[in-house]
């Protein structure tokens, strides 16, 4: 059973840059896809990246060009590499992981069965 824990959410200023990560365990294979999701108050679950075994990404068109999605199978770890943030990326943003090789719809929640805690990002000044 795969646990999913993420990390390095914290304060950053408009125009900052972040990083956070998701350490997955209980799941020794290399062929998952895993995303990276975000719910801020008042709006509904959104798909920010995903990522599959082949390490072929998909992003949702408000991060395209600022957020990088990228995984080291290695360490069991999943990235997401965030930069010109602005207050609209305002969120908790959760990680998530599914023991499927591939995935048409890599933002769709529904394509995954386990989901980390989350960790909160705020942009702000």
Request: hydrophobic letters at 30%; a negative charge; glycine letters at 12%.
């Given at each position: 059973?795969?646990q999913l824990?993420?990390?390095?959410g ?5 125009g900052?840059?972040l990083?956070?990560s998701?350490?997955a365990s209980?799941?020794?294979?290399t062929?998952y ?7 801020a ?6 798909g ?5 075994s082949e390490?072929?990404?998909s ?6 060009g600022?957020?990088t999605i990228?995984?080291n199978?290695?360490?069991s ?6 930069s ?10 959760y990680?998530?992981f ?21 960790t909160?990002v705020?942009?702000?000044s």
């Amino acid at each position: 059973e795969a646990q999913l824990v993420e990390s390095g959410g914290g304060l950053v200023q408009p125009g900052g840059s972040l990083r956070v990560s998701c350490t997955a365990s209980g799941y020794t294979e290399t062929k998952y896809i895993m995303g990276w999701f975000r719910h801020a108050s008042g709006n509904d679950r959104e798909g920010v990246a995903g990522i599959d075994s082949e390490h072929l990404t998909s992003y949702a068109d408000s991060v395209k060009g600022r957020f990088t999605i990228y995984r080291n199978n290695a360490r069991s770890t999943l990235y997401l590499s965030m930069s010109r943030l602005t207050p609209e990326d305002t969120a908790m943003y959760y990680c998530a992981f599914d023991p499927r090789p591939w995935s048409f719809t890599l933002l769709e929640p529904g394509q995954y069965s386990h989901w980390g805690q989350g960790t909160q990002v705020t942009v702000s000044s």
